[in-house]
Nanobody
Framework: QVQLVESGGGLVQAGGSLRLSCVAS????????LGWFRQAPGKEREFVAA???????FYADSVRGRFTISRHNVENTVYLQMNSLKPEDTAVYYC??????????????????WGQGTQVTVSS
């Protein structure tokens, strides 16, 4: 059974930083591709960043240059380092694992498992 557990969310002032972690189990991690999405109240879940099994990374325009996604295969963990946070980054952040054979990393429907989410709140 695939499980994803996020952590690292919290309350931070604008301009601050947070690092989110997502520990995955139940699927060989070194060949898995994972992504971070976020969902604000009343809005749809939106793509933030993704990292493929070969370490190729993708970012939403809204976070490029401020967020960095990375992975540690030995620890079965994917990270999202978030710098220069803005109030509009406030959302629940979810980690997802891309379905086998899927490559459209920006699409929610391409992911077959999700974590429970971690709340990020950025105050102005």
């Amino acid at each position: 059974q695939v499980q994803l557990v996020e952590s690292g969310g919290g309350l931070v002032q604008a301009g601050g930083s947070l690092r989110l972690s997502c520990v995955a189990s139940g699927r060989p991690f070194n060949i898995a591709s994972l992504g971070w999405f976020r969902q604000a109240p009343g809005k749809e879940r939106e793509f933030v960043a993704a990292i493929l099994w070969n370490n190729m990374a993708f970012y939403a325009d809204s976070v490029r240059g401020r967020f960095t996604i990375s992975r540690h295969n030995v620890e079965n963990t994917v990270y999202l380092q978030m710098n220069s946070l803005k109030p509009e980054d406030t959302a629940v952040y979810y980690c997802g694992i891309l379905s086998s054979g899927r490559y459209t990393v920006t699409s929610v429907g391409e992911y077959d498992y999700w974590g429970q989410g971690t709340q990020v709140t950025v105050s102005s």
